[in-house]
């Protein structure tokens, strides 16, 4: 009895160390989660050229912790990093989107928790999204004790205020201003959606990739950028609002839902001709970092020629033609190999 009780006490010390492992493990996971989302919340505020995609990778850390874990944890690293945020910057602007945008990283996670297709994931995204964008407006007012429509005006007007400090002269400058100004005014409505789109796309994007790191199977994910190719419909769509844009012979109402459907659709038929565009460079051989400078100044300036691109693809079938060429170069190839 006491030989055998000897016996099974290195099988119980065994366990121990194992468990106490695996939770060490989990709080090691813990504070990674919570200190990834401060890192990409507080360099959203610091690298100023690429704010604007680090403020939307927030959700990406509540998303990790939604899959691998709950909603409770996620719940738990964003009023914890709010609070941190709200301690340490006294900022209750933090604190509104850090808590918004972690509406985003649950809904896309428990998306993907559930093994949904991707298409589906990518709605729960958007819907998140658009929640997001309403939750960031509300606090916005509650803090500030202001209508957004009031806020925007206040901060364009103090936008121009200070151009026209710099630049007291140029009146073109402040003309062109005042100009994009009004069209954001106008196309609000379709930049919303669009940035709703842009935000859930891109988390889906980066949690499959995160994810996959991670060791983890049956992530659902979007097809590569390369083949992305969207209704025809979008583009007749686009054929028709185009010309319509240029008519002044509507009332004012008419002429901004043009305006934003046309805005709308303009968007989706960038992205696709700039998934025409990877595709190509795909098939040369160059460095990753050449085909990335050559992509920039195309989406920034040539957004018009992309558009057009996508607009184009469902008829023109660029990808497809470019598929069957290289197959035919094969083919070329094996055949003299063949007769020798």
């Known amino acids: 009895m006491h030989s055998s009780q000897r016996s099974g006490l290195p099988a119980i010390n065994s366990v121990i160390p194992i468990n106490e492992q695996k939770n060490n493990f989990k709080w090691a996971e813990y504070i990674f989660i919570f200190s990834f989302m401060v890192l990409i919340v507080s360099l959203s505020f610091v690298v100023l050229p690429f704010s604007l995609l680090l403020i ?73 999204s658009l929640i997001t964008i309403s939750l960031l407006g509300l606090g916005l007012s509650l803090v500030t004790g202001q209508s957004i429509k009031l806020l925007y005006k206040e901060t364009t007007e103090k936008m121009l205020q200070e151009l026209a400090s710099v630049q007291p002269t140029n009146q073109a400058m402040l003309e062109q201003a005042q100009a994009t100004i009004n069209r954001f005014n106008i196309l609000f409505p379709s930049m919303l959606f669009t940035g709703a789109v842009a935000i859930a796309g891109i988390n889906v994007m980066a949690g499959s990739f995160v994810l996959k790191k991670l060791g983890l199977e049956e992530i659902p994910s979007l097809p590569p950028i390369s083949n992305w190719a969207f209704p025809s419909w979008l583009s007749i769509a686009y054929f028709i609002l185009w010309p319509l844009t240029l008519l002044n012979v ?12 046309h805005h709308a659709v303009r968007w989706f038929l960038v992205i696709q001709g700039l998934s025409v565009i990877i595709y190509f460079l795909k098939t040369v051989r160059m460095p990753k970092w050449i085909k990335i400078i050559i992509l920039l100044p ?43």
């Not at 992309?306 to 693809?313: E, F, K, Y």
């Open 250 to 261: 509507f009332p004012d109402i008419v002429s901004i839902v043009i305006s934003n459907l």
């Open 56 to 128: 939307t990778l927030i959700p990406l850390p509540i998303l990790i912790a939604t899959y691998r874990y709950n909603n409770l944890l996620a719940a738990v690293v964003a009023a914890l990093v709010s609070i941190f945020f709200a301690l340490f910057l006294q900022d209750s602007t933090m604190v509104i989107l850090v808590l918004s945008m972690s509406t985003v990283g649950i809904g896309v996670g428990n998306a993907m928790k559930e093994k949904l297709p991707y298409k589906k994931v990518l709605i729960i995204g958007i819907v998140s």
């Open 298 to 340: 195309v989406y920034f300036f040539s957004s018009w020629f992309l558009a057009l691109l996508g607009a184009l693809d469902p008829w023109l079938k660029y990808r497809g033609r470019l598929r069957l060429y290289q197959e035919e170069l094969k083919k070329d190839k094996k055949g003299p190999d063949k007769q020798e």
